[in-house]
C-alpha cells in the first residue's frame, strides 16, 4: 500500500491570506489527485496532475505535482471562507493500482 | 446528469443488527468503490468492483462486512452483525479508469450510528 502524507493536518487561516498544503510519499505515482471535502458531503474532484512537473490552475488553486511524481502541493492565494473545507490528496501508483487517500488537510478560513 | 446515489443518508441501529447500505453508480462508470470515513483513520478503501466483479476487497474490516454488485447500476454493503465501532461516514464512489486515471465520484454517503 502506498502512503500519503499530507500536511499540516489542520490550518486555520485570516481571509485574504495565501497557504500552501502538501502531500509526500516515497513512492512514484503515474497520477495524483485532489479532492475537497465539505462538511456532510462527499469528496469533490478538483484537479488531477499526470506529468512530473505539472502545474495545474482552477481559480485561485494552484497545484504542482513534484518532477519524480512523488509529491504534490496545492498553493491557495488570497484564501476565501468558501475554501473551507478537507483537502485530499490521492495517487495511483506506476502499476496502476487503485487510489490511496492521505490523510487530508483540514482548512478553515476565517472572515 | 444524476450523481452517485446512495441510501439511507442516515441509519441509526442498535448492536447486533444488520445494516444495509445502497448505491447507485453514475451510468457508464466501470469502477464502483466502496470508503469508509472516521475522524481517527480517515477514508479508507473498502472493496472495489470492475465491471460488477468484485477486484478488492482487503480493505474490508472483517467478515461482518459483505458487499454485493449484483448489476452495473446496484450496489450494497451489508454489516452483519453490526458494531459500535462500525459507527462512520460511508462513501461510495465511481469511476471510469480507463478515461480518467480512477478520477473518482462520490455519493453524499450514508452516516451510520451504531449505538
Known amino acids: 500500500t502506498q502512503l500519503l502524507e499530507q500536511s499540516p493536518q489542520f490550518l486555520s487561516i485570516q481571509e485574504g491570506e495565501n497557504l500552501t498544503v502538501y502531500c509526500n510519499s516515497s513512492?512514484?505515482?503515474?497520477?495524483l489527485q485532489w479532492y475537497r471535502q465539505e462538511p456532510g458531503e462527499g469528496p469533490v474532484l478538483l484537479v488531477t496532475?499526470?506529468?512530473?512537473?505539472e502545474v495545474k490552475k482552477l481559480k485561485r488553486l494552484t497545484f504542482q505535482f513534484g518532477d519524480a511524481r512523488k509529491d504534490s502541493s496545492l498553493h491557495i492565494t488570497a484564501a476565501q471562507p468558501g475554501d473551507t473545507g478537507l483537502y485530499l490528496c490521492a495517487g495511483v501508483d506506476n502499476a496502476g493500482n487503485m487510489l490511496t487517500f492521505g490523510g487530508g488537510t483540514r482548512l478553515m478560513v476565517k472572515p | 446528469d444524476a450523481g452517485v446515489i446512495q441510501s439511507p443518508r442516515h441509519e441509526v441501529t442498535e448492536m447486533g443488527q444488520e445494516v444495509t447500505l445502497r448505491c447507485k453508480p453514475i451510468?457508464?462508470?466501470?469502477?464502483l468503490f466502496w470508503y469508509r470515513q472516521t475522524m481517527m483513520r480517515g477514508l479508507e478503501l473498502l472493496i472495489y468492483?470492475?465491471?460488477?466483479?468484485?477486484?478488492?476487497d482487503s480493505g474490508m474490516p472483517e467478515d461482518r462486512f459483505s458487499a454485493k454488485m449484483p448489476n452495473a447500476s446496484f450496489s450494497t454493503l451489508k454489516i452483519q452483525p453490526s458494531e459500535p465501532r462500525d459507527s462512520a461516514v460511508y462513501f461510495c464512489?465511481?469511476?471510469?479508469?480507463?478515461?480518467?486515471?480512477?478520477?473518482?465520484?462520490f455519493g453524499p454517503g450514508t452516516r451510520l450510528t451504531v449505538t
Open positions: 496532475v499526470v506529468t512530473g512537473g
Open positions: 513512492s512514484v505515482f503515474s497520477s
Open positions: 464512489a465511481s469511476s471510469i479508469r480507463a478515461v480518467r486515471h480512477y478520477e473518482q465520484y
Open positions: 451510468s457508464g462508470h466501470d469502477y
Open positions: 468492483f470492475n465491471n460488477n466483479v468484485p477486484i478488492d
